[in-house]
């Protein structure tokens, strides 16, 4: 049942289905920002439904990108590297993050000025991450006190060597997209490796770059070509069955087609680790990401300790994870900090929505510890407007003694509309 924003989430006995997760946000951002800067027409099927990455496409079009929309089919009539043009107003990323950052890294390289600005969760998110390397790179960027909105005046950009301080896959990629309009070589070493999908992405679209080992290089004027490329589904969308079928009794999903790069895959290992039983079939691959079947199945809940060299590979993961430990299970994450400056607070919201469901849960000053011995009690837990604890506290919510009320359970559109439709489909 929905009611104005919220959904009451019944007890369950378990899941079963079988379930094709919408195409990669993560992945259908880089396509569309990397489509608008080629010439010609480009394909993306499957793209992203969310509202994160229909943020991107008005971005694009606003820069003078044509866009055509057919169900999860994305048509974009690109530009050129360097060739976007003067947007008539503010362009608006909404709620996301991954827009804003890479955006401004294009925008770098551009010879007009743009502004950019979000909703209130965004307006607080850090920016100074992507503006000190940019700057260095010769843009001229305002902000207000380091966040949005954010005005950039682009031009001719030189390469930079630059060593990334919070290991963050946004400001690689803002880096990597400001040094294909940049002078000379652009050099990224990161401080720990973060999802690799800009890299893979250029490289379709006929860049060429180099990764060796930490650090990725690219050189400045190369030119794009349009192509017609499938999204996989995304992993971390798919990672809410995963977890409700590793959580309950009785339970199995299968989720056919879905990402599986390397350095998204971290929570199946961690599931595993958790108790799971994972089935992973790898059958092909579209535009050098991998993709294939993943099947899960319960038996058992064990604990689980998350150290900080897992969590670059598993950052978005982790409120579905401490979901899974609600479950009987147990959790501690270290060395994640970097939840704190996402859509919203996650360590504080997260430990705040379980508790109220009942949870045996604890902040820490860069993490969280989730003790699920006792069986939640269910209650109204608040997504403070953010969509992956929207979705895990229903995930947490199924195990409960009594029904639990989701506030804020529209934010799930930001990347999985449609996803209280499906949890009520595969409930047993
Ligand atoms: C993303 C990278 C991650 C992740 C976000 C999407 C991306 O952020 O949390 O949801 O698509 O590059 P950071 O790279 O800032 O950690």
Request: net charge neutral.
């Amino acid at each position: 049942m929905t009611v104005r924003g919220s959904f009451v989430v019944q007890p369950a006995n378990g899941v079963r289905g079988v379930v094709r997760v919408p195409g990669d946000k993560s992945i259908a951002h880089r396509y569309a920002l990397l489509a608008a800067l080629s010439p010609g027409r480009s394909v993306l099927r499957g793209y992203a439904p969310g509202a994160d990455c229909r943020a991107t496409l008005a971005c694009i079009e606003a820069l003078g990108a044509a866009v055509v929309r057919a169900e999860a089919t994305v048509t974009v009539i690109g530009r050129g590297v360097g060739r976007l043009s003067s947007p008539a107003g503010i362009l608006d990323a909404l709620n996301s993050g991954t827009t804003t950052r890479l955006l401004t890294g294009v925008l770098a390289g551009h010879p007009f000025t743009a502004t950019i600005t979000g909703d209130d969760s965004l307006r607080r998110r850090p920016m100074r991450r992507v503006i000190v390397p940019l700057t260095l790179m010769g843009a001229r960027i305002g902000s207000t006190n380091g966040c949005l909105p954010m005005t950039i005046e682009g031009g001719p950009l030189r390469g930079i060597d630059y060593h990334t301080e919070v290991p963050s896959a946004q400001v690689k990629s803002a880096i990597l997209l400001a040094g294909l309009h940049a002078s000379g070589v652009t050099r990224v070493t990161e401080s720990a490796p973060t999802r690799n999908h800009t890299e893979v992405a250029l490289s379709r679209f006929g860049a060429d770059v180099t990764v060796t080992g930490s650090v990725v290089e690219l050189r400045g004027g190369q030119t794009l070509h349009a192509v017609d490329l499938e999204i996989p589904g995304d992993l971390s969308s798919a990672a809410f069955w995963a977890v409700a079928a590793a959580a309950m009794p009785g339970s199995s999903v299968e989720l056919p087609q879905v990402g599986l790069n390397p350095t998204r895959r971290v929570v199946l290992d961690v599931l595993q680790r958790a108790g799971a039983e994972i089935e992973v079939d790898e059958s092909s691959s579209d535009g050098g990401e991998p993709v294939g079947c993943v099947r899960v199945r319960h038996a058992g809940v064990r604990p689980i300790t998350v150290s900080p060299g897992d969590v670059p590979g598993l950052i978005d993961e982790l409120p579905a994870l401490a979901a899974l430990a609600t479950h009987g299970g147990e959790i501690t994450v270290t060395g994640a900090a970097e939840l704190r400056v996402k859509e919203s607070d996650r360590i504080s919201a997260l430990v705040a929505g379980l508790r109220a469901l009942g949870a045996d849960a604890d902040e820490l000053p860069d993490g969280f510890h989730v003790n699920g011995s006792r069986r939640l009690a269910g209650g109204v837990a608040d997504a403070v407007g953010d969509h992956r604890l929207a979705m895990s506290f229903a995930i947490a919510a199924l195990g409960a003694r009594g029904p639990s009320t989701i506030l804020g359970a529209e934010s799930v559109d930001v990347s999985y509309p449609g996803f209280f439709g499906v949890l009520s489909s595969l409930t047993i």
